[in-house]
């Protein structure tokens, strides 16, 4: 009989780390390449910050959704339903995030300080439904015969 922890560590071992490295690899540069645009929309070309937000998590979840799909996942080509998918998946994340970086700041923070905090609050939602939906493998059927 297994011990939980035993059974715990195989659960980890069956991680697919490689994966989750090069995630999160895109998402942090996604992160300082995020506020890069924002700050070119927001302070730099004069945007309102709501719509300054917008257009700056829109950009980013496209491009985002090329390098995670091809790179981090290994698909060969890029799909609709997938893309699909992964904008659904990210629609929580960015919902926390949006309301982070557009709320903190009528409490007197500085937008980019709010876009981190909406980030991390972000981040592990979003990784969950990415590995458990979107680029989620089915089980390997049982061998019989």
Known sequence: MLSRNSFAIGRLRQLPWGAIGRWWAVGISFYVGGLGVLYAFISLAGMPLLWGTLLAAE???ILRYAINDRWVFGERRPSWKRFLQYHVANAGGFVIWWIS???LPRLGMHYLV???IGTGASVFFTMATNF???WAKAPK?????
């Open 114 to 116: 709010a876009s981190t």
């Open 59 to 61: 950009i980013t979840t």
């Open 141 to 145: 059927a049982a061998n019989i015969g």
């Open 101 to 103: 970086v557009n709320a």
């Open 132 to 134: 458990l939906w979107v």
